[in-house]
């Protein structure tokens, strides 16, 4: 039996469907922009937070979508309807998903809707779907209603009593949510054995995967945070060349500068790699006898960024080595500009160095 046909008892699920798209079509403007309502409330909440996501979408649930669920007969009684009243009992209609790259930052969005929003219901897809021996995304889906300090305030007042669901997810989990649709075999005991075999190990890679990046996010910033304090204590001969290492140590040395940008930390912590620099220490042999601001003055007839007062300290300190080593050291005109700027700084009365690196011999 389809939704569309009525029961033996007589009950009419085709004008019950009708009914609640009638009822629906009217409070779908409503609901759309209650969800954007949410959205704009978590957007906010988690940037100023500091926590990073993929995407927030917002959407108002589609009529089609919303007919079929409100017309779905009851698993307890097929002769009457799942929802009795469609519009009260289906707690998706607004709905709001948060995408996340790594696990751990699940947890951080959880704190901020609990934070934000009065929680009315909290569910955890992943326990859901083992408990019932199934297939399917891991999600966390909550249902929320707006604060009251929130619908007190006139743009918010029609919103007030809604309730919203928030689903959040990882890039893995939403990618497996993407294409189950097209998964046939939803239960493990019907699923023929080399296929359930497939659909077991697919399911442990991408667990796998979701643990393998939260990992190695975490050691990242574990060796972030021991580069910083390494530079900070002088330790500079075990602080490895990275841009992050970078900032921190020319913060120390040259002064912070909040011009300068993540790209260009990077890309000099790349040309120092290149030049052959293998830790800190030999940078700051080779730039110890310059004053950045003196040079900077000499070669542009001012105090320049951060960033240029080091590759001037560098050029100052390696000589030619710091040009023929550089990425573009077949480019005429950057040869002749750096010779040119060593000029100035001898004329100027400075001592020309002719540092190398240990990875230049």
């Known amino acids: ?174 990618a497996w949510a993407e294409i189950e649709h097209d998964i046939q075999y939803k239960l493990l005991q019907t699923i023929p054995s080399s296929i359930r075999r497939r659909f077991i190990s697919l399911a442990g890679l991408l667990e796998i995967a979701d643990h393998e990046f939260q990992a190695i996010q975490d050691e990242d910033e574990r060796l972030k945070q021991a580069a910083r304090s390494s530079v900070q204590e002088g330790k500079l001969e075990i602080v490895e060349i990275t841009s992050d290492a970078l900032k921190a140590y020319l913060n120390r040395k040259l002064g912070s500068d909040g011009r300068m940008t993540p790209f260009s930390y990077e890309w000099t912590a790349r040309l120092l790699r290149k030049m052959g620099f293998e830790n800190f220490q030999e940078i700051d042999e080779c730039i110890k006898n310059y004053d950045d601001d003196l040079v900077s003055h000499i070669v542009w007839g001012s105090r320049q960024g951060q960033l240029s007062r080091f590759e001037t300290q560098l050029l100052a300190g390696m000589g030619e080595h710091y040009i023929s080593r550089h990425p573009w050291a077949g480019q005429e005109w950057f040869v002749n500009r750096r010779r040119e700027e060593l000029t100035r700084l001898r004329q100027a009365g400075i001592a020309i160095g002719n540092y190398r690196p240990t990875g230049l011999f």
């Open 1 to 174: 039996m389809t939704s569309s046909e009525s029961p033996i008892n007589g009950f009419d699920f085709e004008k019950h469907r009708r009914i609640a798209i009638e009822r629906y079509q009217k409070l779908r403007p409503l609901y759309a922009d209650f969800a954007n309502i949410v959205q704009s409330i978590l957007k906010e909440a988690l940037t100023s937070s500091g926590i990073k996501v993929a995407s927030i979408e917002a959407r108002a649930k589609d009529v089609t979508s919303f007919a079929n669920k409100a017309s779905e007969p009851s698993p307890v009684d097929p002769s009457k309807p799942k929802y009795k009243d469609p519009l009260n009992e289906i707690t998706d209609l607004a709905g709001v998903r948060v995408i996340t790259f790594f696990p751990k930052t699940v947890d951080e969005v959880d704190r901020v809707i609990n934070a934000e929003f009065v929680l009315h219901g909290k569910s955890d897809k992943g326990d859901i779907l083992k408990e019932q021996d199934r297939f399917g995304y891991q999600s966390v889906h909550y249902l929320v209603k707006l604060k009251p300090t929130r619908t007190s305030l006139p743009e918010y007042a029609r919103f007030n009593g809604l309730v919203a669901e928030i689903q959040v997810r990882t890039i893995l989990q939403h």
